[in-house]
């Protein structure tokens, strides 16, 4: 019987220690930064997003299948927006890049240092 308790005990940390992985990053957060390395892994810039894919692929577990499913419809969007993309659009979705998808695309390290206050980049 004690074996038991203490199996269930373990497995209940397990999957309190998976839930808090998700936690790392909100819904919206996560849906933000799936619209980055959308517009990334297109022909709109040429970057590596290695960080991203394994970011992306640690804060997957956990979440709701509504917000996959809403990650998924925001990948196709952003997908078809840079690859339709022209003139003032596409200065946009450059500026989007460059500017706020940066903190996404250099994945979790580096945005952990930018929620935990860490010295910003000159």
């Given at each position: ?114 929620k935990a206050g860490g010295p910003a980049a000159d």
């Open positions: 019987m004690k074996i038991t308790a203490i199996v269930l005990a373990a497995s209940a940390f397990a999957a309190a220690g998976a839930a808090a992985n998700a936690a790392d990053l909100s819904d919206m957060d996560y849906l933000r930064a799936t619209r980055c390395h959308a517009l990334a892994s297109t022909d709109l810039v040429d970057l590596d997003t290695a960080a991203i894919d394994k970011m992306l692929q640690d804060q997957r577990y956990g979440r709701s299948s509504y917000v996959l499913e809403r990650a998924n419809s925001e990948r196709s969007r952003a997908g078809r927006q840079a690859r339709s993309a022209e003139g003032e659009e596409r200065s946009r979705l450059l500026a989007e890049v460059n500017g706020p998808c940066q903190a996404w695309l250099s994945g979790a390290e580096s945005l952990n240092t930018a």
